[in-house]
């Protein structure tokens, strides 16, 4: 056990945090969660962090206990593989931590039938599958304790399929869905959750999706407009570019939303995906016109 990993574990106090003293944040090595991660400790949570970059995850725990003189502790996790989603529920049990917040996650572009399939699977064990499995023992955990908050990420794809990221706006609907009927099974015990679903957010998300994004927000309108928003609302629209986007849809029926946002995602899987996409369907034209 780390000294760090020691400190946890003797924090017992929960003190004036509403949800603390411990916040466990998955993809805090980059990103979203890495803005999670500074807001809370700057509110004065102790940290658990969690992705596969130990080393980003060790600077970032340098920067948080020097800055804040929180104790943090890092933990290398690939979540698209269970039995390390189980190890890291294992290692934590003694922890008091009454915040999970589940930013990992990632997402592709381009063409359904150019993205490895094995890919896509990925996808949906660590942006669903992992998040259920660690919901699920963090939920009996606050339920037990009478108190505890979650931050689920959805996203602004989450309400409609889109085109050329199919899978991923899939696997944010089930996020939203999940996120809305756990919210209103757990507040009767103490435990409040939200989902939170930001439009495009300047990150490592779109070179991991191999996107270019027009425009973006930067992460850090997401985390402190979230955790104010938690206990109060089901759904947060963080940031005005979401916000906006929303708002355009207004009364539009869903394929009305499909068929834009897949425009906008066409412009912007990266020229290589759209040449892809634009030989697959010559590829299909062939195909048919070889059928007739
Ligand atoms: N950026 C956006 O426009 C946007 C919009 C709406 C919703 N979201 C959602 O917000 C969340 C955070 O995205 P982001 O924009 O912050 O992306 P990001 O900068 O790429 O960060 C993603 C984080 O997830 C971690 N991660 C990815 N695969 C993992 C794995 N197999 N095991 C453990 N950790 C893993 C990464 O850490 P390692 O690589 O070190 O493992 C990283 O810390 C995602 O759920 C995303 O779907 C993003």
Avoid at 230 to 253: D, N, Q, V
Wanted: net charge positive; hydrophobic share 45%.
């Amino acid at each position: 056990m780390t000294d760090a990993a020691k400190a946890l574990s003797h924090i017992n106090r929960r003190g004036s945090l509403k949800y603390g003293p411990l916040a466990l944040v998955t993809g805090a090595s980059d990103g979203i969660g890495r803005e999670f991660a500074r807001e809370l400790a700057r509110r004065g949570y102790g940290l658990v962090l969690v992705a596969r970059r130990l080393d980003r995850l060790e600077a970032l725990a340098e920067e948080l206990a020097k800055a804040h003189g929180v104790a943090v502790d890092v933990l290398p996790v690939d979540l698209s593989e269970p039995d390390q989603v189980e190890e890291l529920i294992r290692t934590t049990a003694h922890y008091d931590i009454g915040l999970l917040v589940a930013a990992a996650g990632f997402g592709t572009s381009g063409p359904f039938t150019r993205i490895s399939v094995a890919t896509e699977l990925d996808m949906i064990d660590v942006n669903c599958r992992a998040v259920v499995q660690l919901s699920h023992a963090m939920a009996q955990r606050f339920v037990r304790r009478g108190s505890g908050g979650m931050v689920l990420m959805s996203s602004l794809l989450a309400f409609q399929g889109v085109a050329q990221s199919a899978n991923y706006a899939a696997t944010k609907a089930f996020i939203q869905t999940f996120a809305e009927g756990l919210r209103a099974e757990l507040r009767p015990q103490g435990v409040d959750v939200i989902a939170c679903a930001p439009g495009p957010i300047a990150s490592g998300f779109a070179a991991r999706a191999d996107m270019v994004m027009g425009m973006s927000q930067p992460a850090s309108v997401v985390a402190a407009a979230t955790l104010d928003a938690l206990g109060r609302r089901g759904t947060i629209r963080p940031g005005l570019l979401a916000k906006a986007l929303e708002a355009s849809f207004t009364g539009m029926p869903r394929w009305g939303r499909t068929l834009i946002l897949s425009k906008i995602m066409a412009g912007m899987a990266r020229p290589d995906a759209r040449t892809a996409a634009g030989t697959a369907q010559q590829t299909n034209t062939v195909e048919r016109s070889d059928l007739t």
